[in-house]
């Protein structure tokens, strides 16, 4: 349960550091640039600790599925982003797939 944690958190860092990449203005501001830096060592540190027992696929799949999703999200309510219908059909596949990914089992028997 505690790597379910650390994923998620990495998750959160993930999406604190990609929101701040795109404030960063190509890295130019340093304030922004600065949490990028910090959220992705953040990110990866805690996506290792929860690689150790959640599957890889499974974890890669749930990080980048609920960031994709999530900045998604951020980039239209923050940023002016375009949703389109085609755009949430496929979010919503990409979001089918880890469901079923971590439906699917270990396949260990």
Not at 14 to 39: F, Q, Y
Not at 69 to 97: E, H, Q, Y
Request: net charge positive; glycine share 12%.
């Amino acid at each position: 349960m505690q790597n379910w944690l650390y994923l998620s958190l990495a998750i959160v860092f993930e999406i604190v550091g990609t929101t701040a990449n795109k404030l960063s203005d190509g890295m130019t501001r340093k304030g922004p640039t600065a949490v990028v830096a910090v959220c992705y060592v953040a990110c990866f540190f805690l996506f290792s600790r929860a690689v150790r027992t959640i599957e890889l696929g499974t974890a890669y799949a749930v990080w980048s599925g609920v960031g994709m999703a999530a900045l998604a999200v951020i980039g239209v309510a923050a940023f002016g982003d375009t949703m389109t219908p085609r755009k949430l059909v496929s979010m919503a596949l990409i979001i089918a797939g880890v469901v079923g990914l971590n439906l699917g089992g270990t396949g260990k028997h």
